[in-house]
């Protein structure tokens, strides 16, 4: 690897940090650009989920005033996504490489769904608890089953899996976005975290690769937090529509 590939890899690192910080869908940065420079797609799956650990856990100190109160819920569905994350992983060394590709894009498309009716669903989800008649809150399960899939597919690839949690956490959390975002930041380092213990040990990463986008994105995260805490919730949630749709199409066409 040249100066220039290097160059190119921590440049996309910084750019997936900060877009990774504020919605999700960074791995379509890095990912594609390790492809670019000869890493076959498994080496370059792993070593881009391993880098961008450090961003995550940089984007995720950077919303620290927003995660203030959220540390039982953070640790309820943060066992789910650690779970998700483990099995995500384990797939991904053990299934062919197109088992999720079909429905990825799917996904994607749903979450950005869920981020533009969000208000409404919250309110509806909201009059339903109130409406129960036996008094209970059912909607943590289904919020439950949801993160824990979306870790499993984190796990695996992890491309737009911010879109897909801040959809959920949106839609039954009532919580303003940047603190839905931070916990978002928080649940998707704890999917990667546990998928790069499993590469770590039993993968073959590329560990200059690794090194590259791990400071890239550690910058990245920094900055992306500094620019989302800013953004006001209408323009946090067109851009996480945008970024959603364009990471479904290039799914759909890589």
Known sequence: MGPAEATAILAAGIAAGTINAVVGSGSLITFPT?????LP??????????GLVPGNLSGAYG???????????????????????LAGALLLLSLPAHAFQVIVPVLIL???????????????????RSRAADGKDHG???????????????????????????????????????????????????VN????????????????????????????????????RRLPPLALRILIVVIGLIAAVKLIFF
């Not at 390790?34 to 000869?38: K, N, Q, T, V």
């Open 34 to 38: 390790l492809l670019a420079f000869g």
């Open 140 to 190: 943590h399960l289904v919020l439950g089953a949801g993160v824990l899939g979306s870790a499993v597919y984190g796990g695996y690839f992890g491309a737009a899996q911010g879109v897909l949690v801040i959809g959920l956490l949106g839609t039954f959390i009532d919580e303003s976005l940047q603190r839905i975002n931070g916990a978002k930041n928080v649940l998707v380092a704890i």
């Open 193 to 228: 975290g546990t998928a790069a213990v499993v590469y770590v040990i039993l993968a073959h990463p590329d560990w200059l690769a690794v090194l590259l986008i791990a400071v890239g994105s550690t910058i990245g995260g920094l900055l992306g937090a500094r620019v989302g």
């Open 63 to 85: 919303y620290r005033r927003e995660l203030a109160g959220q540390r039982g819920r953070l640790i309820r569905l943060g066992m789910l996504s650690c779970a998700g994350g």
């Open 41 to 50: 797609p498994v080496v370059a799956n792993v070593s881009n989920n391993i």
């Open 110 to 128: 749903i979450a950005c769904v869920l981020v533009i009716v969000q208000p409404r669903l919250s309110a509806w989800v909201a009059a339903r």
